[in-house]
């Protein structure tokens, strides 16, 4: 059984910042690309940011400049560094990551999703 459980989430103003880590625990035995996306009320789940295991990133436009994502692999463990933070980047955040289990099964997996209201 694979778990990802995420925290950091919280209330801050606009122009603030906050950190998100998401721990992956279990019958782990390689762990390939991870991610956060976002999901707003009335809205789809969006990508914010994805890194590989060897370190590349990816963002969304709209937090390119304002958020860092990145990973320590001997922990299983992928952060988002979010800064400059904006009314709009009001969402449930969502980890994901690509697991390869010790029975060798490769799926992907969803955290339980981590609460961040940017307001004044």
């Known amino acids: 059984q694979v778990q990802l459980v995420e925290s950091g989430g919280g209330l801050v103003q606009p122009g603030g910042s906050l950190r998100l880590s998401c721990a992956a625990s279990?019958?782990?035995?390689?762990?390939?690309?991870m991610g956060w996306y976002h999901q707003a009320p009335g809205k789809q789940r969006e990508l914010v940011a994805t890194?590989?295991?060897?370190?590349?990133?990816n963002y969304a436009d709209s937090v390119k400049g304002r958020f860092t994502i990145s990973r320590d692999n001997a922990k299983n463990t992928v952060y988002l560094q979010m800064n400059s933070l904006k009314p709009e980047d009001t969402a449930v955040y969502y980890c994901?990551?690509?697991?390869?289990?010790?029975?060798?099964?490769?799926?992907?997996?969803w955290g339980q999703g981590t609460q961040v209201t940017v307001s004044s």
């Open positions: 890194i590989t295991s060897g370190g590349s990133t």
């Open positions: 279990g019958n782990i035995f390689s762990t390939y690309d």
């Open positions: 994901n990551a690509d697991i390869l289990s010790v029975l060798f099964i490769r799926r992907n997996y």
